[in-house]
């Protein structure tokens, strides 16, 4: 099992490579750099700055970022399918809910604008 954090850390020492010029090299701040070398995912923000973040920080480094991101997946760190799966229910449910809400906020506007004109209509030929 890769320990993504000490990975990088390591690899990052061993180069003799501060984590400022981390930093520099790849204009990611240097507390979500820390954030990983720590495995503190919840600190560098959601799943897809995390598998970014350290793809370019493997990169930076010479290393290959393949096996670390296949460990934060096996690992659980990453968000599970399920949960993906319910967040993306739960985007569609708001949209249907938006397109209901506009719907009917365009028919309404419809029986306004033929009140309207069968009013102004009737008051003309009188």
Same mark, same amino acid.
């Given at each position: 099992m890769t320990e993504i954090g000490s990975t990088l850390r390591e690899a990052r020492?061993?180069?003799g490579i501060?984590?400022?010029?981390?930093?520099?090299?790849?204009k990611i701040r240097a507390k979500f750099l820390r954030a990983l070398e720590n495995e503190e995912w919840a600190l560098v923000?959601?799943?897809?700055?995390?598998?970014?973040? &350290? =793809?370019?920080?493997a990169e930076c480094l010479g290393i290959d970022s393949t096996p670390l991101l296949e460990a934060y997946v096996i690992d659980g760190s990453s968000p599970s399918?399920?949960?993906?799966?319910?967040?993306?229910?739960?985007?569609?449910?708001r949209q249907r809910t938006?397109? &209901? =809400?506009n719907g009917l906020i365009g028919v309404g506007l419809i029986v306004v604008?033929?009140?309207?004109?069968m009013l102004i209509g009737s008051g003309g030929s009188n």
């Open positions: 020492l061993k180069q501060d984590i400022s010029d981390v930093e520099s090299e790849t923000g959601n799943d897809t700055y995390v598998r970014v973040f &350290i =793809r370019t920080y399918i399920v949960a993906r799966s319910q967040s993306a229910a739960r985007a569609e449910r938006h397109r &209901i =809400r604008l033929i009140i309207a004109v």
